[in-house]
């Protein structure tokens, strides 16, 4: 491949990772750009809404002249089709890719095309009407026709559930079939968990900065794990809502409807059980919090052992001040819980003036020991109604500099005094709220009563 080759393609993936598509990512193994690894998240307002879809790029000596190979990787082990351009084994039909023959001008591959325009015809296929996908079946538009893909988007729904969501963050939170979760310490019994000092020993041969390399076989190329449970914790309130919605529709252990285009093992056969998923959507939030709370355990034990990481998160953290107010920020003031590097609080003071007038608002930023390959997790400890904040409390915000925490902290701040942000689904993290806010004009004022009765509530509390 050549140099030429190499910087374009290196040049297309810097332009996907420095722009603010959220609905695509792509990452590559130690610079090896012949093989990028890329994220698709299912567009909403669709049956695959906020589903996980990885595929495989692979880039040949003849790119930019001919199109990569693109091959899907969420397909439940080579047995779930999940449409009719994407099947089970993983062959992308593209006419954009040579996969398939085109019949429009501008369909066909050129040079002019890249790695974005490749991903954006990919997510263009995760419709409403995957059933029209199929050749033959464009302008099926009948009464029977529009059944069919009904029925074809219900199970489709409930796979994305399934297989492109639980069963990514299950893989990504090591739980396993039964619910359990392996102990990294070995110290679930009581005896074993009040012994401090054989758990700081056993994390710092984890992540000892100062110990010799040790030879051991390279861990599996997992770019998007924390990805994963981010965005599973934006998107929760949409997950539960699936769940509730559709389970009284589709009775546990009713057969999927099979297309008639599927078969000869590209098909996707299964029964509903949204029990289940119901069940494991439970045991993931759990396990992510007994997650979150391992990092402040976990970043004491760095804090006793005097380590450099725990000394370079507690300096972030003495920077923040002065950094928010040269940023004119001075209604939030920031704490360690315990004299935690690894457990921030904020206290948000709302601005005269604003809907937040006179509210006084706890929140939690919750930091990785392996900040910043694991991103915060940012709680509301006090009650809010607001767009950015779910009904868990987590907060969806945007951070100029993910490796600056100090530019974590203002972007919250930034989330909660945005009144009037642009529309965009897919930032919605509490649909009741953005259903008020995007609505009408008395939704709008509904919205903005219920913010300022958040800041009012909370004067009330501390009286």
């Given at each position: 491949?050549?140099?030429?080759?190499?910087?374009?393609?290196?040049?297309?993936?810097?332009?996907?990772?420095?722009?603010?598509?959220?609905?695509?990512?792509?990452?590559?193994?130690?610079?090896?750009?012949?093989?990028?690894?890329a994220l698709i998240i299912g567009p909403p307002g669709t049956p695959y809404q906020y589903g996980f879809f990885d595929f495989t790029v692979d880039f040949t000596p003849?790119?930019?002249?001919?199109?990569?190979?693109?091959?899907?990787?969420?397909?439940?082990?080579?047995?779930?089709?999940?449409?009719p351009n994407i099947y089970a084994g993983g062959k992308v039909c593209l006419s954009l890719l040579g996969t398939w023959h085109g019949e429009k001008p501008g369909e066909e591959w050129s040079s002019a095309q890249g790695l974005?325009?490749?991903?954006?015809s990919i997510q263009s296929?995760?419709?409403?009407t995957p059933y029209e996908n199929e050749p033959g079946y464009e302008h099926a538009k009948g009464k029977e026709d529009q059944k069919m893909n009904e029925l074809y988007c219900?199970?489709?729904?409930?796979?994305?559930?399934?297989?492109?969501?639980?069963?990514?963050?299950?893989?990504?939170?090591?739980?396993?079939p039964d619910g359990s979760v392996p102990d990294r310490s070995d110290a679930n019994t009581e005896d074993?968990?009040?012994?401090?000092?054989?758990?700081?020993?056993?994390?710092?041969?984890?992540?000892?900065?100062?110990?010799?390399?040790?030879?051991t076989l390279p861990p599996r190329f997992e770019p998007y794990k924390d990805l994963y449970k981010r965005r599973f914790m934006w998107y929760l309130d949409h997950y539960t809502k699936t769940i509730a919605t559709y389970s009284s529709q589709h009775k546990d252990g009713s057969d999927f409807c099979k297309m008639p285009f599927e078969g000869g093992g590209n098909t996707m056969d299964g029964k509903f059980n949204y029990s289940a998923l119901g069940k494991r959507l439970v045991r993931i939030q759990e396990v992510l919090a007994d997650e979150t709370k391992q990092w402040a355990i976990d970043g004491m034990a760095l804090k006793r052992r005097e380590s450099h990481k725990a000394a370079t998160i507690q300096r972030q953290f003495e920077q923040v001040p002065d950094y928010l107010k040269r940023m004119d920020c001075h209604n939030v003031s920031i704490e360690l819980e315990n004299d935690n590097p690894y457990v921030w609080i904020l206290t948000y003071f709302g601005k005269p003036g604003t809907n937040l007038d006179g509210g006084i608002f706890k929140i939690q930023m919750a930091i990785s020991p392996r900040f910043p390959e694991e991103?915060?997790?940012?709680?509301?400890?006090t009650s809010i109604f607001h767009h950015r904040v779910s009904k868990k409390g987590t907060v969806c915000y945007f951070p100029k500099v993910m490796e600056e925490l100090r530019n974590h902290v203002y972007a919250i701040v930034e989330s909660l005094e945005e009144d009037c942000p642009p529309y965009d689904p897919r930032t919605i993290v509490n649909?009741?709220?953005?259903?008020?806010?995007?609505?009408?004009?008395?939704?709008?004022?509904?919205y903005f009563r219920q913010l300022r009765r958040s800041a009012q509530r909370t004067t009330e509390e501390v009286g």
């Open positions: 491949m050549s140099n030429q080759t190499i910087l374009r393609i290196s040049r297309e993936i810097t332009s996907i990772q420095q722009g603010s598509d959220l609905s695509i990512a792509v990452a590559c193994q130690e610079k090896d750009v012949r093989t990028v690894h003849e790119y930019p002249s001919k199109p990569p190979k693109v091959n899907a990787k969420t397909t439940n082990g080579g047995r779930t089709r999940f449409n974005e325009s490749i991903l954006w296929l995760l419709s409403n219900a199970k489709i729904r409930h796979e994305t559930l399934r297989i492109a969501v639980l069963a990514k963050l299950e893989d990504a939170l090591n739980i396993q074993k968990s009040t012994d401090a000092e054989a758990n700081e020993e056993a994390f710092e041969e984890l992540t000892d900065d100062d110990e010799p390399e040790r030879v991103q915060p997790r940012v709680t509301f400890e649909p009741e709220a953005a259903a008020l806010l995007f609505g009408s004009a008395d939704e709008k004022k509904s």
